[in-house]
């Protein structure tokens, strides 16, 4: 095995370092951002930080990098109070990657990265049209993470949109019935093919599948 | 496309509501966290939150749900300063899913799973074996998360281990040549297959694939 220390990290060029430190926490979600400011102008942004915080109440979780490109959407969410997230599938990559460019913020990524934007009835802000899955989110508070300068918004799922085709009798959502994808470092879009479901483990013997007799 | 509000979300049975919420947000990383008691009892336990939080100083962040299963890790975390994060193969899923049981204090993990551990020198906490990918990493800080009483660890990266043939010239790690799987929901294992990576998104034109000509 290779071995990085933080004196190699520190010794690699700025792009080198990227790309390793996001590669090894693992696959990421892939998500669009949806604002939009209190003047009427919207924003689309791509983030790979977006985390399951709880399910009773429905929280979300992700990061805001002040000194970088989707500032608009933190300026947007905290003046609005909603925000929405639109998964990537595997259609969407190359233009949701696109969001990510440096745009000044008279114009409209949507339009930038040719990417339709839906509004739905009495919601502002606008949700991606080929997206499977959709939430609407209301912003309830930040942490900074003094560490690094970073913000950690904390947010609740207040609606959830998704094909019904992608939905199990147990309410598990099979993200493959949409084609979303995950996220590997900085750049990279993988699809994933669900492998197994697996039952509640529990202390005597080996959880089973949910899928599979004798496995 | 169907919709769930969040009184929709109430009146579901609890297991659907964990299922679907934990579904909502996309594909999450698949990570053991190894970590060990000042006593000397080893612990592992599968976490689906970890995410990058920066690279300079290399910083991921994970979240703690005080009242379930792995306080285990968390006490352990305070104690030594200490752990590590693992990722899941597609080899180790069952074995990963199975240390969310709740196993009495007294017994390891991963004994129980079957899950091999590996000690490297000057360190104590223990690696998983078969893992493509190890991180060895330093307990910073934490946040509590008022909203549902979550904590927020922020740890940094201190070492990172790899599978060489993962690395690409610009220090991509390619997670799929380690065959790591990422998680839908709570209970579903998938595999990502690599789709394509996209070169640095400028506000003019469209981003290119690293990839493919043509693009």
């Given at each position: 095995?290779?071995?990085?220390?933080?004196?190699?990290?520190?010794?690699?060029?700025?792009?080198?370092?990227?790309?390793?430190?996001?590669?090894?926490?693992?696959?990421?979600?892939?998500?669009?951002?949806?604002?939009?400011?209190?003047?009427?102008?919207?924003?689309?942004?791509?983030?790979?930080?977006?985390?399951?915080?709880?399910?009773?109440?429905?929280?979300?979780?992700?990061?805001?990098?002040?000194?970088?490109?989707?500032?608009?959407?933190?300026?947007?969410?905290?003046?609005?109070?909603?925000?929405?997230?639109?998964?990537?599938?595997?259609?969407?990559?190359?233009?949701?990657?696109?969001?990510?460019?440096?745009?000044?913020?008279?114009?409209?990524?949507?339009?930038?990265?040719?990417?339709?934007?839906?509004?739905?009835?009495?919601?502002?802000?606008?949700?991606?049209?080929?997206?499977?899955?959709?939430?609407l989110c209301k912003y309830l508070?930040?942490?900074?993470?003094?560490?690094?300068?970073?913000?950690?918004?904390?947010?609740?799922?207040?609606?959830?949109?998704?094909?019904?085709?992608?939905?199990?009798?147990?309410?598990?959502?099979?993200?493959?019935?949409?084609?979303?994808?995950?996220?590997?470092?900085?750049?990279?879009?993988?699809?994933?093919?669900?492998?197994?479901?697996?039952?509640?483990?529990?202390p005597n013997g080996m959880t089973?599948?949910?899928?599979?007799?004798?496995?």
């Open positions: 095995m290779r071995k990085i220390t933080t004196e190699d990290l520190k010794a690699l060029d700025k792009v080198s370092r990227l790309n390793l430190v996001n590669s090894v926490t693992g696959y990421k979600s892939a998500n669009l951002i949806g604002s939009i400011s209190k003047e009427g102008k919207p924003n689309l942004a791509i983030f790979s930080s977006v985390t399951h915080l709880g399910s009773d109440p429905a929280l979300l979780g992700f990061i805001i990098r002040p000194a970088t490109v989707p500032r608009d959407t933190y300026k947007n969410i905290v003046e609005t109070g909603y925000f929405t997230v639109n998964h990537v599938t595997e259609y969407l990559i190359q233009r949701a990657h696109q969001t990510s460019a440096n745009y000044n913020e008279e114009v409209s990524e949507f339009e930038e990265t040719q990417i339709a934007s839906e509004y739905l009835e009495g919601i502002l802000q606008p949700f991606v049209k080929e997206s499977p899955v959709r939430l508070n930040e942490y900074p993470i003094e560490e690094n300068g970073c913000i950690h918004i904390i947010a609740s799922i207040e609606e959830i949109y998704f094909e019904n085709e992608m939905l199990n009798n147990d309410y598990w959502l099979q993200l493959e019935k949409g084609n979303v994808v995950s996220i590997n470092g900085l750049d990279g879009y993988c699809l994933p093919k669900l492998l197994d479901r697996f039952e509640y483990a529990r089973k599948s949910m899928l599979k007799n004798g496995s």
